[in-house]
C-alpha cells in the first residue's frame, strides 16, 4: 500500500498583486454578475472567458424554476465561446460572485460540473488555461483548470 499527497498549486493575491491583464478579465467577470439571471437564490455569479485572439465572451448563471434546468455562469460562458468560436482556444477564465449587496470576500469556489467542464475545455485545447477566482479580500490564481480538480476524467480515460 502507498499514500500518494496530491498538491494543487495556488496563487493568493490581493488586487494589486494581479497583473493588468488578469484584472481587466476579472473587472468583466465582477461586472457581468450584473446580468445574473437569478431568482431563486440571489446568488449572482459572473465569468469572462478570455480567448487566445483577445476576444473576451461572458457568461452569467442562468436559473429555472426547475432548478436542475439552470446553468452555472462558467459553462456559460465556455460553451457559449465553444460555440461561437470553436477555432480559439480559451487562455484564462475569471470567476466573481455577488451576494447580499456585495462580492464576496472570500474567491468563489466553481461547482464539480464546472471545474469538469474548463478541463475538458483544455483538452479540446490542448493548452492550460488560467483560472481566477476573485475575493474582495484576496483572490486565487490557477495556472491551469487541472490544479483545481486532480485526478480528472477526460477522452483518454475512455479509451481504457
Ligand atoms: N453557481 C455558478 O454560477 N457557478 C458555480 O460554480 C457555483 C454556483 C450558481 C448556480 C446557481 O445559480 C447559484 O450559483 C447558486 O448555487
Known amino acids: 500500500m502507498?499514500?500518494?499527497e496530491i498538491k494543487c498549486p495556488v496563487?493568493?493575491?490581493a488586487w494589486d498583486e494581479l497583473s493588468d491583464e488578469q484584472r481587466a478579465l476579472v473587472t468583466k467577470a465582477k461586472e457581468q454578475t450584473d446580468?445574473?439571471?437569478c431568482p431563486y437564490s440571489g446568488f449572482h455569479v459572473g465569468a469572462a472567458a478570455e480567448l487566445q485572439n483577445g476576444t473576451v465572451v461572458l457568461g452569467c448563471n442562468q436559473e429555472n424554476a426547475a432548478y436542475p434546468s439552470g446553468l452555472c455562469a462558467e459553462r456559460t460562458a465556455l460553451f457559449a465561446a465553444g460555440a461561437q468560436f470553436p477555432e480559439q482556444p480559451v487562455v484564462r477564465l475569471a470567476i466573481a460572485c455577488f451576494t447580499g449587496?456585495?462580492?464576496t470576500a472570500e474567491p468563489g469556489s466553481p461547482c464539480g460540473g464546472?471545474?469538469?467542464v474548463m478541463i475538458e475545455t483544455e483538452d479540446r485545447y490542448k493548452q492550460?488555461?488560467?483560472v481566477i477566482l476573485y475575493g474582495e479580500k484576496e483572490s486565487y490564481v490557477f495556472r491551469s483548470a487541472?490544479?483545481?480538480m486532480p485526478?480528472?476524467?477526460v477522452g483518454d480515460n475512455l479509451k481504457g
Open 2 to 4: 502507498k499514500t500518494y
Open 11 to 13: 496563487t493568493v493575491c
Open 35 to 37: 446580468r445574473s439571471y
Open 101 to 103: 449587496g456585495h462580492f
Open 114 to 116: 464546472c471545474r469538469q
Open 128 to 130: 492550460p488555461m488560467e
Open 146 to 148: 487541472t490544479d483545481l
Open 151 to 153: 485526478l480528472y476524467f
